[in-house]
């Protein structure tokens, strides 16, 4: 693998022991600043958009830290967490509310997330007020997702028909809080939920369901028939069974019905039938023996008698 670096006009120049300390984004924004020449403490809060006292204390984190010497008055420098810890959310129902001039600071700082809006505006169809901007920034900042997931996410919300972005804000968490905090998750996840969507609409036709609410126990198992990997054709042909069989629908014995082919390795509509075939070629060839079995029984039976009958005559 070959890096090399590309120089603009100016080159920054840090020690090397900076590599090796966990410093948190701000540290190192500080840090930058300093090495490119911005020293004063007051522009230093004003490029970061934080309060001096926060700059003190990164400063006096880099003093202990042993990059830095200055003589400030600085609190007392906090310890570097050695690991780093999952963010914890304090409330499990929204984002916090920023000021605008903290909208537009993390908007200067990563310019990335102006096109992140501007496509996620386009998802959606429409364009985004303050307190919407706050919910998709607040995403990045609090949530800690990138901009990939949350498109991602908006796409599948549109194609979910949910379209609130205080709908889709409560979504988001609760996949954090489920551990699902990379596009690669999200797009495993999105691609279940979207299967097991379109073949509950099917489900609905299959059944005559129409347009009510379906129970846990009736998401569960479209949940496992989805799992399944089984379509509107193989349910349908189990439907079929059911109503053949019992004279009703019942998604409970379509489920025995399902679950016994899963069991069995059938996963295609052509292998399904063709083990129908095999059954009732075997039932039909066991029926057969038994009849056969019963006209010989009958006939044994006969001549016992009629052997009977003839001793008896004998006899007499």
């Not at 609409?201 to 009736?218: D, I, N, P, Y």
Request: proline share 3%; aromatic share 6%.
């Amino acid at each position: 693998m070959t890096i090399q670096w590309n120089f603009g006009g100016r080159v920054l120049t840090l020690p090397a022991e900076v590599a090796g300390i966990n410093a948190s984004p701000l540290q190192l924004r500080v840090l930058f600043l300093l090495a490119s020449g911005t020293t004063g403490l007051s522009d230093l809060a004003a490029a970061t958009d934080r309060k001096q006292s926060e700059i003190k204390e990164v400063l006096a984190f880099w003093q202990a830290a042993g990059v830095l010497k200055t003589d400030l008055a600085l609190p007392a420098a906090k310890a570097a967490p050695e690991t780093a810890q999952p963010k914890k959310l304090p409330r499990a129902d929204e984002i916090p509310t920023y000021s605008l001039s903290e909208l537009n600071a993390m908007l200067e700082r990563r310019q990335s997330l102006r096109a992140m809006i501007e496509e996620a505006q386009q998802i959606v169809g429409k364009m985004f007020n303050t307190y919407e901007i706050n919910i998709l920034l607040g995403m990045v900042d609090y949530l800690e997702l990138d901009e990939d997931y949350i498109l991602l996410l908006l796409a599948h919300c549109m194609r979910m028909e949910k379209k609130g972005l205080r709908t889709i804000e409560r979504y988001a968490i609760s996949l954090v809080d489920r551990g699902i905090t990379t596009a690669e998750a999200l797009e495993e996840q999105v691609q279940q939920m979207e299967a097991q969507h379109t073949l509950e609409g099917k489900v609905r036709a299959v059944f005559g369901l129409k347009s009510r609410s379906l129970t846990t126990k009736e998401q569960k198992l479209i949940a496992a028939w989805a799992s399944f990997g089984y379509g509107e054709d193989i349910i349908r042909r189990a439907y079929e069974i059911t109503v053949d069989s019992i004279h009703e629908p019942s998604m409970q014995y379509t489920n025995a019905i399902l679950e016994r082919w899963h069991a069995n390795g059938l996963n295609t509509l052509e292998e399904i039938e063709k083990a129908l075939e095999t059954e009732r070629a075997e039932k039909e060839k066991t029926a057969g023996e038994s009849s056969k079995a019963d006209f010989k029984t009958f006939d044994a039976n006969d001549a016992f008698e009629a052997a009977l009958r003839r001793s008896y005559k004998k006899k007499d």
